[in-house]
């Protein structure tokens, strides 16, 4: 299966990166990549990448209203995937917050996007609340393997916690991220990223990440396989 991953950036789906030993460059994953495998229980599975930011615009589909938030670049990723022959899509962003109605919306944007997209693949949303590194919290065990003292405690409820970005001692998930990091002796990078969603226990992270994750699973492994829109869309 050829999946198109659509993310903001390297942290989330890898990148080619330089092997000065091989003279040559390797496909280094993010934690997507992983995380879809496991979860969709599919070994067979070869992935693309295109950064959000890449969506700008898509030529010959005639003029139409933009769509509202993140369902105008779910729409363009489905048109692409569907035009360069991919087997599936998936569009992932963050809800950027712990509020349950915010990731209602974001989630409804991208499948409303695939929705009016009329592409006959399967279309897939991945809407981490409130960001990938809360999913990337849900399991000691996983943080325990990296090197993580069993001293030091995780979140109970990782994807409500939120504080401000920029303190570095507070309880944004990015932040409790690279404190843990520290204590574990590794780095808040795509590396630690990919090595946690190598070990993560998908049932412990499906009871802790309920609302996000639990769609996300549930659309990944029946395929989402959305319809063309009616006529009148």
């Given at each position: 299966m050829r999946v198109l991953l659509c993310a903001e950036g390297v942290s989330d789906f890898g990148a080619r990166e330089f092997n000065s030993r091989r003279l040559d460059h390797d496909d280094r994953e993010g934690w997507l990549q992983p995380l879809i495998r496991r979860t969709a229980a599919l070994a067979d599975m070869e992935f693309a990448r295109?950064?959000?930011?890449e969506l700008l615009s898509?030529?010959?589909?005639?003029r139409r209203p933009?769509?509202?938030?993140?369902?105008?670049?779910?729409?363009?990723a489905a048109?692409?995937?569907?035009?360069?022959?991919?087997d599936a899509v998936m569009f992932m962003a963050d809800a950027d917050?712990?509020?349950?109605?915010?990731?209602?919306t974001k989630h409804a944007q991208i499948l409303d996007g695939f929705r009016k997209a009329g592409v006959r693949i399967a279309s897939l949303a991945c809407v981490p609340k409130s960001m990938a590194e809360s999913w990337l919290l849900a399991d000691g065990g996983a943080w325990?393997?990296?090197g993580l003292p069993d001293r030091v405690p995780l979140p109970r409820d990782p994807e409500n916690l939120w504080g401000p970005k920029r303190d570095p001692h507070g309880d944004h998930p990015k932040a409790l991220f690279a404190r843990l990091c520290t204590e574990a002796g590794c780095a808040p990078d795509r590396g630690t990223h990919n090595a946690l969603a190598e070990r993560i226990d998908l049932e412990v992270l499906a009871k802790a990440?309920?609302?996000?994750?639990?769609?996300?699973?549930a659309d990944l492994r029946r395929g989402l396989a959305v319809t063309p829109p009616a006529a009148n869309d």
């Open positions: 295109r950064r959000r930011g898509l030529g010959g589909v005639g933009r769509l509202p938030g993140h369902a105008e670049k779910a729409f363009i048109r692409i995937a569907a035009r360069e022959g991919f917050s712990p509020v349950p109605s915010v990731w209602r325990h393997a990296l990440c309920a609302l996000s994750y639990g769609a996300f699973a």
